[in-house]
């Protein structure tokens, strides 16, 4: 990148501490985001995305062990910010939308004075002020009727009256940095078209940097500039979309691509990946996918590579599909 990025992670490593044995949930994560783009973090459930994420936001549990190199944030070192410097950031200048929408929400609490909320906080925005701005928060995000909306309670919205309300909160602080945790789970097709298009219109607008945490490769690929694949806690390939869609390099990216549907596939060209995911609470080989791999050989047992096979295009793998773009 010719100019510095806006969050910068470096050698990522997370532990959790469990009665059955630590679990290595997350080893040596790397990647940057440069301002105003989007970012996919792929791969199957159980790979480490949602992790990473929280350990950048700072908001795993002391169960959890985490160490890094580097996490910069516009500048702002997270590694060593106090508790009260990281509160001041999370939520204005980095905020996260998670899964599930109506649990994230408070119960108890009109959605109203939740954003009004996270107007006063971060934007010293009272009284009059503050709920003008939150009505006009539900209506950026298309509620209907955002004035009889503000009382609403989240029990009495569907999922993705909720899912946009989630939204607004996000927006409401003007962040630089979001992070999207699977945005769209659990809400029919339309639906989900309607919210990614309200999350890349909303950071096409304020050029925000995004990082879009999914498994689905196709809704990706729609919406994100960039790619980082995961499994079992590494990141195996980066890349630009037509770097990942048109010359996939690592035996894991290509059988993930095999196994998601798209509008040209027919029920006999998909594929389930062989195997699952290694018990991550057990000494693990240098490279993860190796029991689960078609082109593991003898030299899988060094230590992991990083090959930049472009300037955009990086796989850790001793046996990639392509050596070279």
Same mark, same amino acid.
């Given at each position: 990148?010719?100019?510095? %990025?806006?969050?910068?992670?470096?050698?990522?490593?997370?532990?959790?501490?469990?009665?059955?044995?630590?679990?290595?949930?997350?080893?040596?994560?790397?990647?940057? #985001?440069?301002?105003?783009?989007?970012?996919?973090?792929?791969?199957?459930?159980?790979?480490?995305?949602?992790?990473?994420?929280?350990?950048?936001?700072?908001?795993?549990?002391?169960?959890?062990?985490?160490?890094?190199?580097?996490?910069?944030?516009?500048?702002?070192? #997270?590694?060593?910010?106090?508790?009260? *410097?990281? !509160?001041?950031?999370?939520?204005?200048?980095?905020?996260?939308?998670?899964?599930?929408?109506?649990?994230?929400?408070?119960?108890?609490?009109?959605?109203?004075?939740?954003?009004?909320?996270?107007?006063?906080?971060?934007?010293?925005?009272?009284?009059?002020?503050?709920?003008?701005?939150?009505? *006009?928060?539900?209506?950026?995000?298309?509620?209907?009727?955002?004035?009889?909306?503000?009382?609403?309670?989240?029990?009495?919205?569907?999922?993705?009256?909720?899912?946009?309300?989630?939204?607004?909160?996000?927006?409401?602080?003007?962040?630089?940095?979001?992070?999207?945790?699977?945005?769209?789970?659990? #809400?029919?097709?339309?639906?989900?078209?309607?919210?990614? !298009?309200?999350?890349?219109?909303?950071?096409? /607008?304020?050029?925000?940097?995004?990082?879009?945490?999914?498994?689905?490769?196709?809704?990706?690929?729609?919406?994100?500039?960039?790619?980082?694949?995961?499994?079992?806690?590494?990141?195996?390939?980066?890349?630009?979309?037509?770097?990942?869609?048109?010359?996939?390099?690592? %035996?894991?990216?290509?059988? #993930?691509? /095999?196994?998601?549907?798209?509008?040209?596939?027919?029920?006999?060209?998909?594929?389930?990946?062989?195997?699952?995911?290694?018990?991550?609470?057990?000494?693990?080989? %240098?490279?993860?996918?190796?029991?689960?791999?078609?082109?593991?050989?003898?030299?899988?047992?060094?230590?992991?590579?990083?090959?930049?096979?472009?300037?955009?295009?990086?796989?850790?793998?001793?046996? %990639?599909?392509?050596?070279?773009?």
């Amino acid at each position: 990148m010719t100019t510095p %990025p806006l969050l910068d992670v470096r050698n990522l490593t997370v532990d959790f501490a469990t009665r059955d044995g630590t679990v290595h949930a997350v080893e040596n994560v790397s990647f940057q #985001l440069a301002r105003g783009e989007t970012m996919g973090l792929v791969g199957e459930s159980g790979s480490g995305k949602s992790v990473s994420a929280f350990a950048v936001m700072r908001l795993l549990g002391k169960s959890a062990n985490v160490r890094a190199e580097r996490i910069d944030v516009g500048g702002h070192d #997270l590694l060593t910010a106090s508790e009260a *410097a990281v !509160d001041a950031l999370r939520g204005k200048r980095m905020t996260i939308i998670f899964q599930n929408a109506r649990s994230a929400l408070n119960p108890i609490r009109p959605i109203g004075q939740q954003i009004v909320d996270v107007l006063r906080t971060h934007r010293g925005m009272i009284g009059k002020d503050a709920r003008k701005a939150a009505v *006009a928060a539900l209506a950026e995000v298309r509620i209907p009727d955002p004035e009889r909306r503000y009382h609403a309670y989240p029990f009495e919205l569907s999922g993705g009256m909720c899912q946009r309300v989630m939204i607004a909160l996000a927006f409401a602080s003007e962040p630089e940095l979001l992070i999207a945790d699977e945005p769209t789970t659990g #809400l029919d097709v339309t639906t989900q078209a309607v919210i990614m !298009d309200l999350i890349r219109e909303k950071s096409s /607008q304020r050029r925000m940097s995004t990082i879009l945490i999914t498994h689905d490769l196709t809704l990706a690929a729609e919406y994100c500039d960039r790619f980082a694949v995961m499994h079992a806690g590494h990141i195996v390939e980066q890349g630009t979309t037509s770097d990942i869609f048109e010359r996939a390099a690592h %035996p894991y990216t290509g059988l #993930l691509m /095999q196994a998601t549907p798209h509008g040209a596939s027919r029920l006999e060209d998909l594929a389930a990946i062989p195997g699952t995911l290694p018990d991550l609470r057990r000494d693990l080989p %240098p490279c993860r996918f190796v029991h689960r791999c078609p082109r593991a050989a003898p030299v899988c047992a060094a230590a992991l590579p990083r090959r930049a096979l472009d300037a955009s295009h990086e796989v850790s793998c001793h046996m %990639p599909w392509k050596e070279s773009a």
